[in-house]
């Protein structure tokens, strides 16, 4: 199950952009290997280079960063308690807020990227554990029915959408 792409009946056509980055493959094992990816795009990088914006009013790369911690941890709920069959919507949240009250600049960039890492680690070990059935499950989140499988892709994706903008104009630079 793990290898099939979601249908368009399985998400919102918002997360298509997404789930359209993601190439062909297991989507755990690609989720698995974008850890070293994104580790060997960041960790070289200075704290100086990790608080630059790359104009007025946008994200830093640690807030980039931070956003996609907050984002994984947000699908990998999703995906969690709609595999085990939860039928109560969940709630969306605006990444904005996210951002902005977590004072990711604050931080180390290192520190960052191991938690990014543990997060995602975590999210692939239980992702491997789903039972095949979980992965067809669907549930509503943000107004909008979701499948797990498409949180995977998604999950995966906005990896993919995110570190393709760090590299455009943060590291293009």
């Known amino acids: 199950m793990t290898t099939q792409r979601p249908t368009p009946e399985e998400y919102f056509a918002y997360y298509g952009r997404y789930i359209s980055l993601v190439p062909e493959g ?65 709630p ?4 904005d807020d996210y951002v902005n009250q977590a004072d990711f600049d604050r931080r180390a960039l290192a520190d960052l990227l191991d938690e990014f890492t543990h997060l995602r680690h975590a999210n692939v070990l239980m992702f491997r554990a789903m039972p095949p059935e979980a992965w067809g499950r669907v549930g509503v989140a ?17 990896e993919l959408y995110h570190r393709a903008i760090l590299v455009e104009r943060y590291l293009a630079v």
């Open 26 to 90: 297991d989507v755990v094992e690609i989720l698995a290997g974008q850890i070293n990816e994104t580790l060997t795009l960041l960790a070289p990088l200075t704290e100086a280079q990790a608080s630059f914006r790359y104009a007025a009013g946008k994200w830093s790369v640690k807030q980039v960063v931070g956003h996609m911690i907050d984002v994984e941890r947000i699908f990998a709920f999703r995906a969690l308690a709609i595999s085990r069959g939860e039928q109560q919507p969940l």
């Open 142 to 158: 943000s107004g909008h029915k979701i499948s797990v499988r498409a949180l995977a892709y998604i999950m995966a994706g906005h």
């Open 92 to 95: 969306g949240f605006e990444q």
